[in-house]
């Protein structure tokens, strides 16, 4: 048995081996983001990501306008201070909201190098396993053939919805990615998963908090 380009078995005669019935056959293109869904996909998230980062930047402008006017008109010194408080707890809170902005385009850029990378392969399945938790996304076991055992714990996440879990993933997935391998190198940016057909991407990590 050998391994695809994408990093996944093939069987002896050179093609993707058998899958699932609730699979849907991958496109055929050398890299996963020429798949059209793939790319509107990921384009349509990004936007998402900076429609979002300038909503912020409105508020927060807003907020030391309003600042600015209350504290002028502030009598007391009592009042000053409070309002100087507030202002204070909104700055925090809005670089707070920067760098898990810049944490979502960061994890965008990952999705598109792997699936500039890797095309898709299917997969039997994509499994969420019961009674673990992962502080950064959703834990995930992959299984990359029929009848084999699912991988070690990883991490998924949609960057927009890092605790989404598309439930069609267990039943069949496209992946694009590296293979897990035990012992390997904790990474991020380790492939990226999506439905059958195309949809919301997730990207898989094995640099993952995972706790029972």
Not at 3 to 8: D, M, Q
Not at 67 to 95: H, K, M, P, Q, T
Not at 136 to 149: A, F, S
Request: net charge positive.
């Amino acid at each position: 048995m050998k391994e695809s380009g994408g990093g996944l078995p093939l069987d002896k005669s050179g093609t993707q081996a058998d899958r699932g019935p609730a699979d849907a056959p991958a496109p055929l293109h050398k890299c996963a983001f020429d798949h059209p869904e793939t790319r509107a996909a990921w384009e349509k998230a990004r936007s998402k990501a900076k429609r979002g980062r300038w909503i912020w930047h409105a508020l927060y402008a807003l907020s030391w306008v309003a600042y600015f006017v209350l504290f002028g008109n502030l009598s007391s010194d009592n009042a000053r201070e409070r309002a100087a408080g507030g202002i204070v707890l909104v700055s925090f809170l809005y670089l707070i909201l920067l760098y898990l902005r810049r944490d979502v385009m960061a994890s965008l850029k990952r999705i598109r190098r792997v699936l500039e990378q890797h095309p898709w392969q299917p997969i039997p399945a994509a499994h969420r396993p019961a009674g673990v938790r992962d502080v950064m996304g959703v834990p995930v076991q992959l299984r990359y053939r029929e009848g084999e055992e699912l991988t070690g714990l990883m991490s998924a996440r949609n960057p927009l919805r890092r605790r989404h879990w598309p439930e069609e993933l267990e039943h069949g997935a496209w992946y694009a990615g590296e293979v897990w391998r035990e012992g390997g190198a904790r990474t991020r940016g380790f492939g990226v998963l999506t439905v059958p057909g195309g949809g919301e991407l997730l990207e898989v990590s094995r640099e993952t908090a995972v706790r029972r």
